[in-house]
Structures are given as structure tokens and as C-alpha cells.
């Protein structure tokens, strides 16, 4: 009786919350590891060696806050919220060229400053501001997703002013995920395959001309084309795709152990951060990133289980759209660092370093788990009612 009472009132996915866990236990041993050298030999963090390693930490007791509140927070709510999320995502992506409040690093405006908090990357609150929209416009217009007019403007007229302004950062990975993520959510929403199709194809041929326009042209046609032949450009293009080559070749089996790892040493650029797949690879071996991968492929199952036991519409484009974005990351992150894709700034969820990040990962998966929640104690209730 006790136990029937207990899942009545909705118990939450452990397995999911579990995994999430190991994940971000395992990026902060791995930031640890990656960032140590680099951070204490480095004025930039008057070189404190646990430097990035700190922020990082931070970032996921800050994390931990927000996944606890939205676990509990009825995510049913988050339709009314759509607009403001929208919109403080849109004044987040303006700050950044805001002199006294953007940071500019490698002649990239993607981050914001406020005070002594830790840096925001605004790309970051985008991808929640869009799920929770999509999913707001799939869930309202249900009966009419197969037009063009409800099916597909309403999310493109949220996509759009994003990509506009991640263009001018410039942020092209974060606008190759966004468009994914669109175009996954409202197929799964039931827009019509033509129209997709077309959506597509217009997006391919701008994606296209908006990489090969502009100041930085030259440098992103120059890295597309040295991750076809990275060996003919050693030194140039081709530079870190080889770094991270030799990184996870000389890892093996099982690795060369934590912490004694080379290419984190002035070698690997962005060891900690996009690259930090190739210092897992060479410090844990073949075994250790099978391990990561296993992690992520059940934290993407239990999102598709989430998301097919939704108790509404809404619910199940929310988890569809978390799962989705998680899945893309994995997926184009492992591939840029295997050399399998051509490079991207594209981080590594929970595990690449960057505390914004971690926290919207973090709260995400507080959604899920809210939504997973929910749907128990329906299905618990509907069990005692049978009984």
C-alpha cells in the first residue's frame, strides 16, 4: 500500500537523473584534468592551475539548483512563458556587442559579462528559448501543423531573428544546431514532408552562401576544406584536427591515465572545451570513451522514452526537443574530433568546459524530468483505478 501510495504522487526517472549525474561528475574530472597546465601557465587565470576547474564547479552547483527547481517546477507552465523566454534570449544576443558588457574572444562577440557572475553565452539560452516555443506553437496549432502557414512560419519567424544575430557574432555552429533542431521538432510535430523538404533546400543553398561571404570567409572555406585533407595543411587548417588525431591514437585501449595525457599541453587548442573528446580518448582509452558514449546513448533513450510517455502534446515536443539537442551535440561534437565532420565550435554536453552551458543542459534535464514525473503518477493512477 505504502508503495502504491509513493508512486501515486509521481516518482521521477532516477535512471535519467543517475546518468545526468555521472555525466557531469565525469566533465568535471575531465576539465580538471584537460585545463590544469593550460590555466597555470596561463596570466589570463593568474595561473592557478584549478583555475577553470573552479568556474566549472560553480557552474554545476548553480546547475544543480536550477535542474532541482524545474524538476519540480509543472512545465505545463512554460507555454505562458514562451514570448518572455524568447525575448530575453533576443536582449541576451544584443548585449553581446554591448561594449561594456560583451566579450570578445578571437574576434568572436559570444559571451556577456555581468558583474562577478560567470560568463553567459546567449546561444545557450537561445536553444531553451526555442524549444519551449516550438513546442508552445506545435502544442496550440496540433490540428493544423499540416499547412505551411502554422506548420512552419510561426517557428521560423522565432529562428530566424536568432540565426540573424548568432550570424554577426559570428556563432555558425550554434546556427547549424538551431536549424537542426527547428527542423526536427516540427517534423516530429507533423509539418508536411514537402515542406521540409523545400525548407531544406533553401536552407542548405543560404547556409552555404552565408559561409562563403563576409570578413571570416576565407577562414571558414580554409577549415572546411583542410577537413577533407587535414594532412595537407598540417600546420594551418588541418592543425588541430591532427592534434586531437594523435590524441585519441595514443591513447589505446586504456588510456595513458588521467592527468598524464601530452596534447593538453600547448598542443591540442581548446583541449577543455570542444576538444575534449580527443583528451578522454587519449587518457582513457578506447574504453573510456566507449563508456562516455554508452552514458549519452541511455540519456538519449530515456529522453525518447520521456518524451513517448508525455502526458500532452506539449510535454512530448519539450522532451523531443532536449533530447534532440543533446543528440546533436554528441553527435557533432564526436564527429569534428574524430575528423568525420568538418570543424565547429560545438561543445560537448556536461562535459566540455563552460558553466552556461552546463547550466542550461542542467535545467533542461530538470524538464524532463518533470515531464517524466508527470506522466508516472498518470499512469499510477489509471493502474489503482484497473485495480
Known amino acids: 500500500m505504502r508503495k502504491t501510495n509513493l508512486l501515486q504522487k509521481g516518482s521521477i526517472d ?13 566533465g568535471l574530472l575531465m576539465v580538471f584534468s584537460a585545463s590544469y597546465y593550460m590555466a597555470q601557465s596561463s596570466k589570463l587565470y593568474d595561473y592557478d592551475g584549478l583555475a577553470l576547474f573552479k568556474k566549472q564547479l560553480v557552474g554545476a552547483a548553480i546547475g544543480l539548483v536550477f535542474m532541482i527547481f524545474f524538476m519540480f517546477f509543472d512545465y505545463k507552465k512554460l507555454i505562458k512563458l514562451k514570448y518572455v523566454l524568447l525575448v530575453l534570449a533576443g ?41 519551449v516555443f516550438i513546442a508552445s506553437v506545435i502544442y496550440v496549432n496540433r490540428n493544423r501543423m499540416n499547412t505551411f502557414r502554422y506548420g512552419v512560419i510561426p517557428s521560423l519567424l522565432a529562428l530566424i531573428p536568432v540565426c540573424i544575430l548568432l550570424y554577426f557574432q559570428p556563432n555558425f555552429s550554434a546556427i547549424i544546431v538551431l536549424c537542426a533542431l527547428t527542423f526536427i521538432m516540427i517534423f516530429v510535430g507533423g509539418a508536411k514532408a514537402w515542406h521540409l523538404l523545400a525548407l531544406g533546400g533553401a536552407g542548405v543553398v543560404g547556409g552555404f552562401v552565408l559561409m562563403t561571404t563576409g570578413e571570416r570567409a576565407g577562414y571558414r572555406v580554409d577549415r572546411l576544406l583542410s577537413f577533407t585533407e587535414p594532412w595537407q595543411n ?4 588541418g592543425y588541430q584536427v591532427l592534434q586531437s588525431l594523435y590524441g585519441i591514437g595514443s591513447g589505446g585501449l586504456f588510456g595513458q ?23 578522454i580518448g587519449e587518457e582513457l582509452g578506447l574504453i573510456g570513451a ?4 554508452a552514458l549519452f546513448i541511455f540519456l538519449i533513450y530515456r529522453g525518447i ?7 500532452d502534446l506539449f510535454g512530448t515536443m519539450l522532451a523531443t526537443g532536449v533530447t534532440t539537442v543533446i543528440a546533436l551535440q554528441v553527435i557533432i561534437n564526436v564527429g569534428v574530433v574524430t575528423a568525420s565532420l568538418p570543424p565547429t565550435g560545438v561543445s560537448l554536453p556536461f562535459i566540455s568546459y563552460g558553466s552556461s552551458s552546463l547550466v542550461i543542459f542542467m535545467s533542461m534535464i530538470g524538464i524532463m524530468l518533470n515531464i517524466s514525473k508527470q506522466s508516472r503518477r498518470i ?6 483505478e484497473e485495480e
Open 379 to 384: 499512469m499510477m493512477a489509471k493502474r489503482t
Open 234 to 237: 598540417a600546420s594551418g587548417g
Open 91 to 131: 536582449i541576451c544576443l544584443v548585449a553581446v556587442f554591448i561594449p561594456e558588457i560583451g566579450v570578445n574572444v578571437n574576434g568572436s562577440s559570444r559571451w556577456i559579462q555581468l558583474g562577478p557572475l560567470p560568463q553567459l553565452q546567449p546561444a545557450e539560452i537561445a536553444k531553451v528559448a526555442l524549444i
Open 305 to 311: 522514452k520521456t518524451a513517448a510517455q508525455s502526458p
Open 257 to 279: 591515465g588521467i592527468g598524464n595525457g601530452t596534447q593538453k599541453l600547448s598542443w591540442l587548442p581548446y583541449g577543455e572545451s570542444d576538444f575534449i573528446f580527443a583528451i
Open 290 to 293: 566507449i563508456v562516455l558514449l
Open 14 to 26: 532516477y535512471s535519467l537523473l543517475i546518468v545526468t549525474l555521472i555525466l557531469i561528475a565525469y
